[in-house]
C-alpha cells in the first residue's frame, strides 16, 4: 500500500521529460526574443573612411534604431584587416561582436598570407550581406588622360612614371591595377598606403596619378571635383554616376566586379541569433533613408540568406585564389 502511495504521488516519467522540454523551449525563445539586451560591437577592420566604415555606420544605425540598443562601430585595421578580422574570430559566441567584412579580407587575404590567426571560412558564421559596392578608377583633375584608354596609351607612352595606389599590398585596389598592367601589357607602379584614405589624399593632392577606391569611399570627392572617375568596375553603370562607364564599356572587357560587403560572427553564435539578425537586416535594407543614404555613396542594398551568404563566400575563395596566384602577389 505504501508503495502504491509514493507512486501515487510522483508524475509518470514522460510527463517530466515534457516539462523539461517545454523549459528548454521556453528558455531559448526567450533568449532569441531578448536579443539584443545590451549593446552590440560592429567592428570594421579598416581605417575610418572606406567603404566598410560608411556601410557600418549606415547600417549600425539602423539597427540600432530598431533593436533599441547601441550598435557601437569600432575601427580595428591593421595587416589588411587581419587584425580586426581575429578579433572577431576569437570574441564570444554570442551576436554581441560582429564584424563588417568584404571579399578582400575575407576571401583573398588567405591566398596572400602565408598564415592567418583565424580561418576565413570555418572560424565564422555567415549572418548578413548588407550591399554590394563597384569600384572607380579615379584619377588626379592635373593627370592629362580623360579615358581610360587615353590611360593605357599614356601609360605605355611613359613606362613606369604612373604611379596608383592602394590600401595595402595584397588589397583588391592592388589586384584591380595588377589586373589592368596584365591585361594591357603596361607597367602601372604599385604604391601601397596603410588604408585608403591615404591613397585618396595622395591621389587628390598630386603626388600618385590615381587609384581604385570604393565608390563610397570617393562619391564625395567626385562630386567636389577633386578627383575624376574614368570608370566603375561593376557590370553597369552606377546610378550615383550614370555619365561614368563601366571598364568594360571603357575598352576593358572581364572587369566586371561589385564586391559583396556583410556582416560575420565567430563561429558557434546560436543559429537563432544569426537568423534573428539577419531578418533585422532584411528589414533595415528596406528603409527609405538607408536606400536614400546607400544612393549617395554608390551602394546597393543586397540582401541574402545565411547560406547563400555561405556559398558566396565559399566560391569567392576560390576564384580569388586563381586571380592571387596569377598575380604573383605574396605577403609574410
Do not use: C
Amino acid at each position: 500500500m505504501a508503495a502504491a502511495n509514493i507512486a501515487g504521488t510522483m508524475p509518470p516519467r514522460r510527463h517530466t521529460l515534457a516539462a523539461l522540454v517545454a523549459i528548454v523551449f521556453a528558455t531559448g525563445a526567450f533568449a532569441q526574443g531578448a536579443f539584443p539586451s545590451k549593446p552590440v560591437r560592429l567592428i570594421v577592420p579598416q581605417t575610418p573612411g572606406g567603404a566598410s566604415d560608411a556601410l557600418a555606420r549606415i547600417v549600425g544605425q539602423k539597427l540600432s534604431e530598431r533593436w533599441g540598443q547601441p550598435v557601437i562601430v569600432e575601427n580595428k585595421p591593421g595587416a589588411g584587416g587581419n587584425l580586426g578580422t581575429e578579433f572577431v574570430a576569437k570574441a564570444p559566441a554570442d551576436g554581441y561582436t560582429l564584424l563588417m567584412s568584404y571579399v578582400g579580407t575575407q576571401a583573398i587575404n588567405g591566398s596572400l598570407y602565408k598564415s592567418l590567426g583565424y580561418e576565413p571560412y570555418k572560424d565564422f558564421a555567415t549572418v548578413a550581406t548588407v550591399a554590394t559596392v563597384p569600384f572607380a578608377l579615379v584619377v588626379n583633375q592635373a593627370f592629362p588622360p580623360k579615358t581610360v584608354g587615353e590611360m593605357v596609351a599614356y601609360a605605355r607612352a611613359h613606362p613606369g612614371t604612373v604611379n596608383f595606389g592602394s590600401a595595402g599590398n595584397g588589397s583588391l585596389n592592388q589586384l584591380l591595377g595588377e589586373m589592368v598592367n596584365m591585361s594591357q601589357g603596361i607597367k602601372l607602379v604599385h604604391v601601397p598606403y596603410k588604408g585608403a584614405a591615404g591613397a585618396l589624399t595622395d591621389t587628390i593632392g598630386g603626388q600618385i596619378q590615381m587609384t581604385f577606391s570604393s565608390l563610397p569611399s570617393v562619391a564625395g570627392h567626385i562630386r567636389g571635383d577633386k578627383l575624376r572617375a574614368l570608370a566603375v568596375t561593376g557590370a553597369h553603370r552606377s546610378a550615383t554616376f550614370p555619365n561614368v562607364p563601366t571598364l568594360a564599356e571603357a575598352g576593358l572587357p572581364g572587369f566586371e566586379l561589385s564586391p559583396w560587403f556583410g556582416l560575420l560572427a565567430p563561429a558557434g553564435t546560436p543559429e537563432a541569433v544569426v537568423r534573428k539578425i539577419n531578418g533585422d537586416v532584411a528589414e533595415v535594407l528596406k528603409d527609405k533613408d538607408l536606400l536614400e543614404k546607400y544612393g549617395g555613396v554608390g551602394a546597393d542594398p543586397y540582401a541574402t540568406s545565411p547560406e547563400q551568404f555561405g556559398r558566396i563566400l565559399q566560391d569567392d575563395i576560390r576564384k580569388w585564389a586563381q586571380v592571387v596566384k596569377a598575380s604573383g602577389a605574396k605577403l609574410d
